[in-house]
């Protein structure tokens, strides 16, 4: 049944929401597009409004969504800059769909999920310091997982078995989370959330469009956002890496700038373009009309002194009733905007309001401390009434449960403010800086190393807004500290990283200083490439931040882990004989460098590494744990359990040290002996995947195909929807030469992940075995294709090409 004709009331009360005009144009195009089906040429599944500031945007974005949503019945979603990342943006979709009625279930637990593996990362010990995992070595993480499971015999996680591939083409971090998180799944789950994350938003956002008529998903300030969101919606669009999005799904992108043709050119064909201008004269008119304003001197000094930026229409329109009008020609922009305000105290509170980037009520106590005093007031307001008048105001915004001024007019506020008197304007970015550092110590930990509070989204961004106000009141005092401060920002993953560049860029700006925005403008485009994380911002520090021994020996520290995760070797063992020959007792730089050749294959430089790591820090636990780790991947079996048993006897109750001995004991042919190192490990962390997958590998080895299988009912119920899960599950099937139902599991794998190469080549031997060798052939055809260096895959390819026996599963 049809939707309900609107009557000419409801028709009426479209047109007048919001007391906003102008725009119909974009709005009846939007409105438009609802009446094609999405098959139809003429559909457009983005649309992009752009333009300058104050032109509209936002507001224009709104009106879209609430269009959406109340006259074509669309579930929608909108994400802002808060939204700092993909992963964050996929929160926030999951959120806004939630409060529509639809939760997005796997998507939450899995977000959780992440976000406990996360912080647990954050804590794991490496010569003092946490793991700061990073989500910005996606690239260098898919390469290292390319090559899981492709020992032959071994099983679907044969990569569990031998961590090898984990180690190639990621960092430190990937190291140190393998050895707590035997699962690979959690690494890869810490290393890449995007990709663990995205199919699981595009299936429920799939169930939740075939219940609604379409969906709809927005991204406000796309200018910002846009670098990080980028390449993850145009693989949305058109690549089924992540699954496929509904057809019914349209996106709303907008930004100050036009999008990026690196990305989006070939698109254009399903993009439509909604350039704003600023209001025509009639628009402008027709809106002080509406706001009562049809004086027609006061009508044109508004049109002259708003440049007819909607959002200075608005503000200028609302106050345009007072007693003097608005015809003084030499008034500042900030007069414009508050001239109609007699109250000193608000008046001043508006201003100091402007100096933080952004608000709450504690943040606006701070920034008005002392100012409502110096204004005069001998009645002076309660800060709570004070804010709710703030909000009130046409250019103030509220996003994320915090208040932002627009830049239109925060702008010329604060140019007021730091050229009337520099010297309150200094004090008061240093009351702020100040306000900001308590809350910051209040939540720092004891005895926490440095880099620790980076992981913490709290910290974060109280430390961030401390150095925003201190660039601000005195630029050149405060910017090595803020610098410094990069390398550990840096450590902590590029999305962190990008906030600490974009924190410096801003404070440039509002502060008029040159070497604080060029430092912001040089750190941004050092992060435009993803997969090289924080290489060059720490070649710039190094090279022109003069930075003190601690902190060279710090960002070489970082330099060399990340040039490890692109597998540049030996810049990274450089970069690490530099930070020990300014300080030979850096453990950290000593554990690069056993990581990096045990990468490359230099298993006796590795332990030499870890000797010295040891005697700097002798009775650490991740030094056994590590020396055992390096002679397993090296296949010295006999010698990884030797130190392997010293860590399970220091600490019986540790489920990751068993999970590790279990492997090697497996790796041995002690098959019972592993299994029980793996049920201690299981009854230890009942939630340990990694390790019930690893169980039922071993079980269905043995013929315990019901326990096999209980255990992968257990995991799949735990992770949803993950390719290596699946695998095993065939696996499981094929060994007790149930070959249907092995084929039906490794489909399922492979529909999780198209460039499964290791089930390919099981399905092969599944298919072969079912008499179908030319589907079985095709498979290892494209086994190869996707790997070719996997030999188990190319001998049984050349196997069944001779027409010879069947090989064992790969």
């Known amino acids: 049944m049809g939707r309900a004709r609107p009557s000419m009331q409801e028709l009426i009360q479209r047109r007048r929401r919001a007391g906003f005009v102008g725009r119909r144009g974009e709005l009846d195009a939007f409105r438009a597009n609802f009446g094609l089906p999405p098959d139809d040429e003429r559909h457009r599944f983005v649309f992009h409004v752009h333009g300058h500031a104050g032109v509209g945007k936002s507001w224009l974005l709104r009106q879209l969504e609430q269009t959406a949503r109340q006259e074509h019945g669309a579930l929608t979603a909108c994400v802002d800059e808060s939204a700092d990342g993909v992963v964050e943006a996929m929160a926030a979709i999951s959120a806004a769909f939630a409060r529509q009625g639809h939760p997005f279930t796997a998507l939450d637990r899995k977000l959780a999920l992440y976000r406990q593996r996360r912080h647990e990362a954050a804590a794991i010990p ?165 706001k009562g304003v049809t004086d027609e001197p006061v009508v044109r000094d508004v049109l002259r002194l708003s440049g007819r930026l909607p959002v200075l229409v608005s503000t200028l329109a609302e106050n345009a009733d007072g007693p003097d009008g608005v015809d003084d020609p030499s008034a500042t922009a900030v007069e414009r905007f508050l001239k109609w305000e007699r109250d000193p105290v608000r008046r001043t509170a508006a201003l100091a309001g402007a100096l933080p980037r952004r608000l709450n009520e504690d943040v606006f106590r701070a920034a008005v401390h002392e100012e409502s005093a110096r204004a005069g007031s001998t009645d002076p307001a309660d800060p709570a009434e004070l804010f709710g008048w703030l909000r009130a105001l046409p250019f103030v915004t509220e996003r994320a449960g915090l208040a932002r001024y627009h830049d239109v007019v925060r702008a010329p506020m604060l140019r007021l403010r730091r050229t009337t008197s520099p010297q309150r304007w200094s004090a008061a970015h240093t009351r702020l800086a100040e306000s900001f550092a308590r809350g910051r110590e209040a939540d720092t930990g004891e005895r926490e190393p440095a880099a620790a509070p980076w992981q913490r989204e709290r910290w974060r961004a109280l430390r961030l807004e401390e150095c925003y106000h201190l660039l601000c009141a005195r630029p050149a005092v405060a910017l090595p500290g803020v610098l410094r401060d990069g390398i550990d920002a840096c450590d902590a993953g590029t999305v962190v990283a990008r906030q600490w560049a974009r924190t410096l860029l801003e404070a440039g700006e509002d502060t008029d200083d040159d070497a604080v925005r060029a430092w912001g403008k040089s750190a941004l485009a050092a992060l435009a490439d993803e997969r090289r994380r924080g290489v060059e911002v720490m070649g710039l520090l190094l090279d022109r931040a003069e930075l003190d021994v601690a902190g060279r020996v710090g960002a070489l520290v970082v330099r060399g882990w990340h040039r490890r995760s692109v597998e540049e070797y030996d810049e990274a063992l450089a970069d690490f004989r530099r930070a020990l020959e300014l300080d030979p007792g850096c453990v950290r730089a000593h554990f690069g460098s056993a990581v990096v050749h045990r990468a490359a294959g230099n298993v006796d430089d590795a332990l030499a590494a870890l000797d010295r790591a040891d005697a700097l820090e002798p009775g650490s636990t991740w030094i056994p744990r590590e020396r055992g780790e390096t002679y397993r991947r090296a296949r010295r079996y006999e010698e990884a359990l030797e130190w392997l048993d010293r860590v399970v006897e220091a600490d019986p109750a540790d489920p990751v040290a068993l999970g590790s001995r279990g492997q090697t004991k497996a790796a041995l042919g002690r098959a019972r002996e592993a299994l029980a190192d793996l049920d201690r490990a299981v009854g230890l962390r009942g939630d340990y995947v990694w390790a019930l997958v690893r169980r039922a590998h071993l079980r269905g080895v043995v013929g315990d195909v019901t326990g096999a299988l209980a255990d992968l009912d257990r995991a799949e119920e735990l992770e949803p929807e993950v390719a290596g899960t699946a695998g095993e599950r065939g696996d499981v099937y094929r060994l007790a030469g149930r070959h249907e139902e092995a084929v039906t599991q490794y489909d399922r794998a492979l529909a999780l992940d198209p460039g499964y190469a290791w089930a390919l080549g099981s399905r092969a031997m599944a298919l072969e075995a079912l008499d179908r060798r030319a589907e079985a052939l095709a498979d290892l055809e494209r086994a190869v294709a996707l790997d070719p260096g996997y030999a188990w895959a190319v001998a049984q390819r050349e196997r069944l090409l001779s027409n010879g026996p069947s090989g064992t599963g790969g």
Do not use: M
């Not at 699954?243 to 100050?256: D, H």
């Open 126 to 290: 490496v010569d003092g310091e946490p793991v700061a995992p990073s989500t910005g070595s996606l690239a260098a993480a898919r390469a290292g997982l390319a090559g899981l499971g492709l020992v032959p015999g071994v099983g679907a996680l044969a990569g569990a078995v031998d961590p090898v591939p984990l180690a190639q083409g990621t960092d430190r971090v990937r190291a140190a989370l393998s050895s707590r998180f035997r699962d690979p799944k959690d690494v890869q789950l810490v290393l890449d959330p995007v990709q663990a994350l995205t199919p699981l938003l595009v299936r429920e956002l799939s169930e939740a469009a075939a219940a609604a008529p379409w969906a709809v998903l927005c991204f406000d300030t796309y200018e910002r956002t846009g670098p990080s969101l980028d390449p993850w919606l145009r693989a949305l669009l058109t690549s089924e890496r992540y699954g496929t999005l509904p057809a019914n799904t349209v996106l709303v992108l907008a930004g100050q700038t036009r999008l990026d043709p690196g990305c989006w050119a070939e698109l254009s064909d399903v993009v439509a373009e909604l350039p704003l201008e600023p209001f025509t004269e009639a628009e402008a008119r027709q809106l002080l009309a509406a």
